[in-house]
């Protein structure tokens, strides 16, 4: 079982996955199916926090569309981020 939070802004939908742990590993093929609206959990983006790769931050985020790709930003989404450690604090 994945945790996850759903969150929107703006019309767009996100999934916000709690991967600090490293536990959650997805293929493409899995992103794309957990993105159905029909048979999955319907979203436009998954936005996946890790933990950070250097000492100086906390942790990183990864965005991926609903098809599998890894996107280097999106706004609505970094807005939903924000929220989602604001109320987690």
Same mark, same amino acid.
């Given at each position: +079982? *994945?945790?996850? %939070?759903? +969150?929107?802004g703006?019309? !767009?939908? @996100?999934?916000?996955?709690? !991967?600090?742990?490293? !536990?959650?590993?997805?293929? %493409?093929?899995?992103? $794309?199916q957990?993105?159905? $609206? $029909?048979?999955? *959990?319907?979203?436009?983006?998954?936005?996946?926090?890790?933990?950070?790769? %250097?000492?100086?931050?906390?942790f $990183?985020?990864?965005i @991926?569309?609903?098809?599998?790709?890894?996107?280097?930003?999106?706004? !609505?989404?970094?807005?939903? @981020?924000?929220?989602?450690?604001?109320?987690?604090?």
């Open positions: +079982m *994945i945790n996850f %939070t759903k +969150m929107q703006l019309g !767009n939908d @996100f999934i916000v996955i709690d !991967n600090i742990e490293g !536990n959650v590993c997805l293929s %493409t093929e899995e992103i $794309r957990l993105s159905d $609206r $029909r048979f999955g *959990i319907g979203f436009d983006q998954l936005l996946m926090v890790e933990s950070a790769s %250097t000492k100086d931050v906390d $990183r985020y990864v @991926f569309n609903a098809d599998g790709s890894e996107v280097s930003q999106c706004g !609505n989404g970094a807005r939903c @981020f924000a929220l989602y450690l604001q109320k987690k604090e």
